[in-house]
């Protein structure tokens, strides 16, 4: 081999050399990027594993449930299951299908149309709303149904003499929010001496209390009409009057006037024949005063009378509210006719808020 054969073969073991080491390193820096990918990926991972601790440890466990001690469970009601009926009652003749008896009715003993579950019910409530059995009878029974109309149990007893002649049967109503019971009796109802029956009717219970249970969908076409079919000219009674305003510097003054003449009631505010307003635009204006007033042959005592600046009189005597446009000239006159002539107490207070009246 001569000297030039040496150095092509030199050459050729340089060049081999070099790519030999070329491809070393391509293999060393494969092995450094999969060595990077991995300590990558060991992070995430470690990453993901504490924020899965952190988010455990705040989200609340809830714990697993459990039945009530024995003691616990002992006081708790049974659902009371009956299928007694209330004998039922010829509404032509008002005789007792039973006992044959003419002119006698079933009296309101509570026995249930129908019995379902008990409604579930708090302890709280539990706690305020009597048993069915501690009810009085009133209480028992607030709704009654007669003809076409639906009555609501008036709010305290009538006297016996309120109650004219029978008028035929009705359906009393109760409901016991215990067992979810609907109680229907008969009972005979009374006109009521001298009110239209589309107000109001009486009913006379077996302990010998008399309620009037009135229509709160009753709506006059006028003033006129509501005050004859309630007879207010005789069973109005009209109680103190009350005003209250608020000064510049926001003290609160309240006036009870106590003893007035009730012919201002009848010459100020319910002396015209006005149509009732289907409205509640007095809603919207600052109250003027108020009267206190009574129904005792309804069974109502302190109830609401009172009028607006803008000239609306409103009353809330069969539990809705009836209103009539009078005019804001006639209610400030009766305002007017308070502060000058009739005596008041006065009390004063700080309070928020601003209302109508007198400057």
Known sequence: MNGKDCLL????????????????????QSFRQQKKRRVQLLCAVSGCLFLAVVFAGLIPRRPPATLPPAAETENIRPSESST???????????????????GTLPTATGTPARNEEPATQNTAEIAVIPHWEEKSMPEKYTGLEFGDTEYRVGRNAIAPDCLGEASGTAILIGF????????RVPTAVYALKDIA????????FETGECRAYVNPSYRPATLSQFIRDLNLKNELRCGNAYMDYHDG????HALTFADFDDALVWDLLLNEDLPLQDTEEYQWSKQLFSVAVSVPALGYTNQGLWATENGWVVTNLLETAKAFYIGSARTRAFADALLAGV????????????????E
């Open 343 to 358: 005596p008041y107490t006065e009390t004063v207070g700080v309070q928020e808020g601003e209302t109508g009246i007198p």
């Open 84 to 102: 007694v009926r209330a004998p039922a009652v010829d509404p032509e003749t008002d005789v007792d299908p039973e006992t044959g008896v003419a």
């Open 176 to 183: 016991d929010v215990y067992t979810n019971a609907v109680y």
């Open 197 to 204: 029956p589309a107000c109001a009717v009486g009913v006379r």
């Open 249 to 252: 510097d926001r003290t609160y």
């Open 9 to 28: 073969a030199f050459a050729s073991l340089e060049k081999q050399a070099l790519a030999a080491e070329k491809d070393t390193g391509k293999i060393r």
